[in-house]
């Protein structure tokens, strides 16, 4: 889909890189994409997005999960949040969508049993609090892509990455990259698998969508690097800069958006 002439070599493969592309232009026309243009925000680790003190585990789930479900856009579904051990294994509900897909303008309605839809968080995580976010994200975009029954480049395979690619494009990439790859020390004993998220897309691939979102919103690479973990850092910086060399490059946009 896409023929690039590179100048100097790619940071990622050039497969990886054509479908991370194809990925993104996929999940902004498929998942609103004036939601995404005028509402969507670059989300970070910050007191700014995520102020305040709580009392417990349950009540700091609970405020994460409100402000995380706000930043996506979905605070019109019908999600109810239950502890992972207490989370039921369940089918997506028949919904009715009117309205924009995401936004204040969203009504979705469950038409059959159950009539919510369950997140789930790991009690675990109070001390890793990106990679909280990050599972309650990767839930949501899960949902997403479930009830638009509209497959990504590659098809079924191929689901997993792209919800993570969703998630990026639904602003959280800067936590996804800094939650893709857990060191577990020498000893191991500060290392807690419980606590980590699901990982399907690599932490190199994560960097670079992550690049191509913020291209796409105009957010400067200064406004991310100071956020991501040191070891990512360069490398975000050059991905950054090798994108917006093949945006500028290219006789059209290396995306279209619909």
């Given at each position: 889909m896409f023929n690039f002439i590179f100048t100097r070599k790619p940071?990622?493969?050039?497969?990886?890189?054509?479908?991370?592309?194809?990925?993104?232009?996929?999940?902004?026309?498929?998942?609103?994409?004036?939601?995404?243009?005028?509402?969507t925000k670059l989300v970070l680790p910050t007191n700014e997005f995520y102020p305040g003190r709580v009392a417990s585990v349950d009540q700091m789930a609970r405020t994460i999960f409100e402000n995380t479900t706000n930043y996506c856009g979905l605070s019109n579904w019908p999600f109810i949040l239950k502890p992972f051990q207490h989370k039921t294994q369940q089918q997506l509900p028949n919904l009715t969508i009117t309205g924009s897909l995401r936004g204040e303008q969203s009504k979705v309605i469950a038409n059959d049993e159950p009539s919510l839809i369950e997140i789930g968080y790991l009690a675990a995580q109070i001390n890793q609090p990106q990679d909280m976010i990050a599972t309650y994200v990767q839930q949501f975009a899960s949902v997403l892509v479930l009830s638009a029954k509209v497959l990504p480049p590659g098809g079924r395979p191929m689901i997993p990455q792209a919800i993570d690619v969703?998630?990026?494009?639904?602003?959280?990439?800067?936590?996804?990259?800094?939650?893709?790859?857990?060191?577990?020390?020498g000893c191991g004993s500060c290392y807690n698998?419980?606590?980590?998220?699901?990982?399907?897309?690599?932490e190199n691939d994560m960097l670079y969508t992550l690049a191509i979102f913020c291209v796409l919103k105009n957010q400067h690479?200064?406004?991310?690097?100071?956020?991501?973990?040191?070891?990512?850092?360069?490398?975000?910086?050059?991905?950054?800069?090798?994108i917006q060399r093949l945006q500028s490059s290219s006789e059209k946009n290396i995306l279209t958006i619909a």
């Open positions: 940071l990622i493969d050039v497969e990886t890189q054509q479908w991370l592309f194809a990925c993104v232009e996929w999940a902004v026309n498929t998942f609103e994409q004036q939601y995404f243009t005028e509402h969703l998630a990026c494009v639904m602003g959280f990439g800067v936590m996804f990259a800094n939650t893709a790859y857990q060191f577990k020390g698998p419980r606590a980590n998220r699901q990982v399907a897309l690599p690479y200064k406004n991310v690097t100071p956020h991501l973990k040191k070891h990512l850092r360069s490398s975000y910086k050059k991905m950054y800069k090798q």
